[in-house]
């Protein structure tokens, strides 16, 4: 997705962490927790070949978007990331703890949210005491609002990891085979796989690209998506309603989605129990007010002073 985005750049394949997702979120912790091994070999292969791409393309200072091995002693080295609180049930405590000693190997930790109230991370993205080195950006989105007539009465956006992401597209369409309004369909996926239509006034797409995709969610009256932190982003951007979805056993997304709810921003239901009325409960809802997305570009000083 990120070569199609940007064609024009050069990119590498860093070693993929070979999580495993579960068809029951029950399994999830216990499926995390066999991935540990094969996550440690990724991080510290990664480590190495980021080496390699410094010395060889000259980089000055790097980005990691939650990839535990991308930092270097040689240059400037941020870690961007909600999520210092990594939400687990019982073993939250190990899990954070985990992931800040994590992130102190870098120079910087950039936080895409406000650093006061109102904020969206709220516990994920906010400590009462710590000892990192950390910078709020503010909200960040690749989307900008636009005033346009309305074409979609429902914009569906998949996304995340396998299994849940087929076990949601499949009820998603077996519960709109009766619904009358127009929807646009994005599976999220990048397969040339086609879906026969489901009925006429749906339209599937695997995926759509950044304008198109902006696009859409301006002409959409209701988004239908994971409550994964980057979309509650985009959508608070675009001023949006919404109904979420959280990945069954992802502790973060659910704490997201029920945050929002006690906020009466928008309201959510977990997968097995989704159902096309349930959208009515919308109207008790006020939807994302229009929030300002913009980066400090300060931040980029920690490049230069280094």
């Avoid at 080195?133 to 346009?148: Q, T, V, W």
């Avoid at 009358?180 to 599937?204: A, D, H, M, P, Y």
């Amino acid at each position: 997705m990120l070569q199609k985005e940007f064609p024009l750049l050069k990119s590498y394949t860093l070693p993929s962490y070979n999580i495993k997702y579960s068809k029951s979120g029950k399994n999830l912790k216990f499926k995390l927790l066999l991935s540990i091994p094969s996550v440690i070999a990724a991080v510290k292969k990664e480590h190495k070949i980021v080496a390699q791409i410094i010395k060889k393309e000259g980089i000055v200072g790097s980005i990691s978007d939650n990839r535990f091995g991308v930092y270097n002693s040689n240059i400037p080295a941020v870690y961007i990331t909600h999520q210092l609180t990594v939400l687990s049930g019982k073993t939250t405590g190990i899990t954070s703890k985990t992931h800040q000693k994590i992130i102190k190997n870098f120079d910087e930790c950039w936080v895409p949210d406000v650093e006061n109230e109102p904020n969206f991370s709220r516990n994920l993205g906010h400590l009462k005491i710590n000892d990192l080195n950390l910078k709020y950006l503010g909200i960040l989105s690749r989307f900008k609002s636009e005033k346009c007539a309305l074409k979609y009465d429902l914009l569906i956006v998949l996304s995340g990891p396998e299994p849940q992401r087929t076990l949601l597209e499949e009820k998603l369409l077996l519960e709109l085979k009766n619904y009358k309004g127009k929807v646009l369909f994005v599976r999220g996926t990048l397969e040339k796989k086609t879906i026969l239509e489901v009925s006429k006034n749906i339209q599937i797409k695997n995926y759509l690209l950044t304008e198109t995709l902006e696009k859409a969610l301006n002409e959409s009256e209701i988004i239908i998506a994971r409550s994964g932190y980057s979309t509650i982003m985009d959508l608070a951007v675009l001023g949006k309603k919404a109904f979420f979805i959280p990945t069954p056993g992802q502790f973060e997304q659910e704490y997201l989605a029920q945050t929002l709810k006690e906020k009466l921003i928008a309201p959510y239901s977990n997968q097995n129990d989704f159902s096309l009325e349930k959208l009515n409960e919308i109207v008790n809802y006020t939807g994302f007010k229009k929030t300002t997305s913009n980066i400090d570009l300060n931040h980029f000083l920690l490049f230069e002073r280094k």
